[in-house]
T-cell receptor, first 115, second 109 residues
């Protein structure tokens, strides 16, 4: 099965500072990769997904961006954080398409607090 | 629009049985997941249903009725460690995952 490494686990940043969250995947090749944000008491909000190197789809317009420089590396960034960016960020890896369950494997999560 | 509904919170007693319901309205259907998420941790996979009926896996079972847009997760012989949020998610016709907000399950001794 896949293993997802995500870091840092906890981050406290001032408003206007930059952000970089990194995720790497082991145990598979050419996965679909996802960044989710989870606000307290709410469902998972899909931010970005990627089906291959350099291919990024954005689901929600915002001041965040994502990049996939390598097959099993996915990075979430921001040039200037907003208070509303606080939340629990989850990287996930999976496959999709007919005949596949599409199960997602999640990283440990990164809790971001913007002050 | 696409929508997944599940109760916000449920309470049950240790050793008892609890059923968590999920109803969905999505553009197409390619499967339904249940995930467990302990507070402050990432979700972990519990079950996957794509055909109607009951899937049993130890103390946990998941049921699906595609015609009714309905699923439930059944937890038997509840243990304190089952206190967590349970997330329902549906794969739509574009193979995108649509997530419910989750049901927080509180287990009392």
């Amino acid at each position: 099965s896949q293993t997802i490494h995500q870091w840092p686990a906890t981050l406290v940043q001032p408003v206007g500072s930059p952000l970089s969250l990194e995720c790497t995947v082991e145990g598979t090749s050419n996965p679909n990769l996802y960044w989710y944000r989870q606000a307290a008491g709410r469902g998972l909000q899909l931010l970005f997904y990627s089906v291959g190197i350099g291919q990024i789809s954005s689901e929600v317009p915002q001041n965040l961006s994502a990049s996939r420089p390598q097959d099993r590396q996915f990075i979430l960034s921001s040039k200037k954080l907003l208070l509303s960016d606080s939340g629990f960020y989850l990287c996930a890896s999976g496959t999709s398409g007919s005949g596949d369950t599409g199960e997602l494997f999640f990283g440990e999560g990164s809790r971001l607090t913007v002050l | 629009g696409q929508n997944i509904d599940q109760p916000t919170e449920m309470t049950a007693t240790e050793g008892a049985i609890v059923q968590i319901n999920c109803t969905y309205q999505t553009s197409g259907f390619n499967g339904l997941f249940w995930y467990q998420q302990h507070a402050g941790e990432a979700p972990t996979f519990l079950s996957y249903n794509v055909l109607d009926g009951l899937e049993e896996k130890g103390r946990f079972s998941s049921f699906l009725s595609r015609s009714k847009g309905y699923s439930y997760l059944l937890l038997k012989e509840l243990q304190m460690k089952d206190s967590a949020s349970y997330l329902c998610a549906v794969i739509d016709s574009n193979y995108q995952l649509i997530w419910g907000a989750g049901t927080k399950l509180i287990i009392k001794p």
